[in-house]
């Protein structure tokens, strides 16, 4: 059963800083991992979608990789803004249909 | 903008009446999906539609089911809402299927007084 964990829980910088989210899951057998943002009381933005035979991608400040061997994700924001304050969960789609299982998510606080 | 709409965005019900939640997409995608979020909780799956297929998780309470008159329109509708039922509902939709990126709804936050 594919079970995905975020880490840390929450995490609260100053501005500016460079910030690594962590996202790990049990079974390599992924289509893809999403990576998306979740303001207070709102859905859900999708940020970043890594196929399973990418390695990374990128948009603007963010950056995502992909390491399915060791069943990995990291979320790379650079210079870190207080915008960028929200939870940020990742998701894997496994096991042959179209379920997106989740993280718990992390939330983050960059403050001025 | 193409985008996912829900309906209403807050919905207060009293436990044990029935109430329907309401999701529609101008995108043209195949698959909607359910999901329950619960607070500080990762979001799950209840249920999707592969255009009319309706495929149930398997741990989804008979107390949920859902309607998809078309392409466009899909409905959320709990029979009996208990007090656990209390949570944020999000519809998303994909193009296809696994390869694809989800699109998600901005929400229905539900009270069950």
């Known amino acids: 059963k594919q079970e995905v964990t975020q880490i840390p829980a929450a995490l609260s910088v100053p501005e500016g800083e460079n910030l690594v989210l962590n996202c790990s899951f049990t079974d390599s057998a992924i289509y893809n991992l999403q990576w998306f943002r979740q303001d207070p009381g709102k859905g859900l933005t999708s940020l970043l979608l890594?196929?399973?035979?990418?390695r990374e991608q990128t948009s603007g400040r963010l950056n995502a990789s992909l390491d399915k061997s060791s069943g990995r994700s990291t979320l790379y924001i650079a210079a870190s803004q207080p915008g960028d304050s929200a939870t940020y969960l990742c998701a894997v789609i496994s096991g042959g249909y179209n379920k997106l299982i989740f993280g718990a998510g992390t939330r983050l606080a960059v403050h001025p | 903008d193409a985008m996912v709409i829900q309906n209403p965005r807050y919905q207060v019900t009293q436990f044990g009446k029935p109430v329907t939640l309401s999701c529609s997409q101008t995108l043209n995608h195949n698959v909607m999906y359910w999901y329950q979020q619960k607070s500080s909780q990762a979001p799950k799956l209840l249920f999707h539609y592969y255009d009319k297929d309706f495929n149930n998780e398997a741990d989804t309470p008979d107390n949920f089911q859902s309607r998809r008159p078309n392409t466009s329109f899909c409905f959320l509708d709990i029979r009996s809402p208990g007090l656990g039922d209390a949570a944020m509902y999000l519809c998303?939709?994909?193009?296809?299927?696994?390869?694809?990126?989800?699109?998600f709804g901005p929400g229905t936050r539900l009270t069950v007084l």
């Open positions: 890594i196929q399973s035979s990418q």
């Open positions: 998303a939709t994909s193009k296809r299927g696994e390869a694809d990126t989800q699109y």
